[in-house]
């Protein structure tokens, strides 16, 4: 049997994955960490998993794999850390930070401890994204444009425009790729509009509809995927997870797992300094 822990009582997922795992025979929830006392009480009652652990590193050396789902992606790296030990398998929830130092670094030590990482946004996992991506890689057309939709939260307590914005930018990128040249952004009040420069055409991202839609255009057709139930998407989430926590490949680079991170701090920073932000990191 596996043993994990989470790290991250306050947030909903967490109570998503641990519902998702009772009756689970080949993975136990050995403890869970949280700063929201409140929180770790109802945790507990209703999982009856014990969150009485003194910080986020108290599970090193007793688990398989670790699960971190706090809702600041501010505190993420710290929590991280401890647990990048050769072997284990360490899932990073959306975002994965807020830093791209912190990003770099992540992905950097994950590499060089053999450290298999997983997390972000479930969006990528949706069914109508992968099937816009597939048929972008079957078309001989060139894509002219693109645009892109999802709900934002600019003023939210848990880092402000980093704490949702990362599920459109996964979005874009499961569909287009990691190529992304540049980006310019402005912000509207509680709206981001953000243009991602591929080179040869252009993505248009749209932060603060309540919708999570994506449009294709080629040169003489358009192709559309909308995702309905986001929620649904967790189950996706942790069972790629736990494949890896009993030995599967990586679909997804370290790399791979952190360049959302790195377009998300060049929409930031476009947006605050009114500038075009080229993306050196690949």
């Keep these: 049997m596996k043993k994990i822990a989470i790290i991250g009582t306050e947030n909903s997922h967490a109570s998503a994955f641990a519902s998702m795992l009772q009756g689970n025979e080949n993975v136990k929830i050995i403890g869970a960490f949280g700063t929201d006392t409140e929180a770790n009480a109802r945790f507990y009652e209703k999982f009856s998993i014990d969150c009485s652990s003194p910080s986020p590193d108290a599970f090193v050396g007793q688990v398989d794999g670790v699960m971190v789902t706090s809702r600041k992606g501010s505190t993420h790296f710290e929590s991280v850390i401890p647990y990048l030990t050769s072997g284990m398998t360490v899932f990073v ?51 002219c444009s693109a645009a892109f939709c999802a709900p934002l939260d600019i003023e939210s307590p848990h880092d402000g425009f980093f704490f949702y914005a990362q599920h459109l930018v996964e979005m874009c990128l499961s569909v287009l790729g990691n190529r992304v040249k540049s980006v310019y952004a402005m912000r509207n009040i509680d709206k981001v509009t953000a243009i991602l420069n591929y080179g040869d055409f252009s993505a248009t991202l749209a932060f603060g509809c309540n919708i999570y839609t994506a449009s294709v255009t080629f040169r003489n057709f358009e192709k559309h995927a909308t995702v309905n139930n986001v929620v649904r998407l967790y189950a996706n989430e942790l069972s790629y997870f736990l494949s890896l926590l009993n030995g599967g490949k990586m679909k997804y680079s370290c790399s791979e797992v952190v360049y959302p991170v790195i377009i998300l701090n060049a929409i930031y920073d476009s947006f605050t300094q009114n500038r075009e932000i080229r993306i050196d990191c690949v």
Excluded: F, M, Q, W
């Design 93 to 143: 929830d959306k975002p994965i930070t807020v830093s791209t130092d912190e990003a770099l670094k992540l992905s950097e030590l994950s590499e060089k401890n053999e450290v298999k990482l997983c997390g972000g946004s479930c969006l990528k996992y949706a069914n109508s994204l992968i099937r816009l991506s597939r048929a972008i890689a079957r078309s001989d057309e060139d894509i």
